[in-house]
């Protein structure tokens, strides 16, 4: 049944960000750390360990792949919500202290990329 | 009188009112996709920009912080595009993500976040010098907010900085955000963003989980899980780092 799927879905969620406010709360910091990313490691350990127990049935999997496929349309609400208006009219501080740090990251990428490469390469 | 019915039930029934005007708004960006750029810039790519310049638009009318969602018959898309529906269809993303993919970046994964949050942090800081603060709390804050629109708040605020500065930290997050969601697209050739490997540096090194959703879905919605994978522990280690470790090293510097 799909609400099978969207049930587990919830519940990975839950349980993520769940793990992720505590863990901020042990760091002492005031955010979740990592919330959505645990969630998603717990959908993952789930959904292989189910490969081999027992199988997801197609309407189960539908109520997951739903979600998945509404990312898109979600993300672009999302950009349809920001505060753009701020962003822009803050002053050329805040603006070219942005643009710097996504140029600066951006130029990192390709070599991290070849670090890992290398190390994988290697072993 | 038919007008104001109208009004009423887009308002009431928000969230439905939102499904159909984005469903409107990712027709209508594919089809510009296709016609104007043959497919080149991807249609989600169009998507995104358009609600970006949306969002200007509304933010820009009603004076609000929400963009669009600041209409009172578009308050759905707020809900829509917000935190909880958000972190979910992320979440959801992982489904079918490949473990081994995972497994081989890891290591590289985390330390791309850590070096993503010393990296923005140091930009960031670095202009503010050069706009002559001279302040380590300031300086402190506003590096943070480079990392993400979180982090810069959560350390202006343990450090005590004015809200002014706090303020420009959101800001200097919020472009950054904004510009990794339009620019990923247009540079992700050219530093070989194509693969799951790099997909969850780039998301350790970006960290806005906003700006990694937007640009991602714009590139390849296939990196999706990887990038945002890393992506979300960014802000927390940028909370974990940013108010003690790098303030500290600010205030021995200046």
Known sequence: ?123 | MLLDTLTEVLAENALITAFVFVGILVWLSYFLSGKLTRGRLHGSAVAITIGLLLAWIGGSVTGGSRGLADFTVLAGVGVMGGAMFRDFAIVATAFGADLDELRKAGVVGAASIVLGVVLSFAVGALVALAFGYTDPVAVSTIGAGAATYIVGPVTGTALGADSGVIALSVAAGLTKSVLVMVGTPLVASRIGLDNPHSAMIYGGLMGTTSGVAGGLAATDPKLVPYGAMTATFYTGVGCLLAPSLLFLIVRSLL
């Open chain 1, 1 to 123: 049944m799909v609400i099978y799927g969207v049930a587990l879905l919830s519940f990975c969620m839950l349980a993520g960000v769940f793990a992720g406010d505590v863990l901020g709360e042990l760091l002492g910091v005031q955010a979740n750390v990592g919330g959505v990313g645990i969630a998603m490691l717990l959908l993952i350990a789930l959904s292989n360990l189910s490969h081999h127990r027992f199988r997801l049935s197609p309407m189960t999997e539908g109520g997951v792949n739903f979600w998945s496929a509404m990312y898109i349309p979600i993300v672009v609400a999302m950009a349809a919500q920001q505060d753009v208006v701020a962003a822009v009219s803050s002053g050329w501080m805040a603006i070219i202290a942005g643009v710097a740090a996504v140029a600066a990251s951006f130029a990192m990428i390709p070599v991290l990329a070849r670090f890992g490469r290398g190390g994988r390469d290697a072993a």
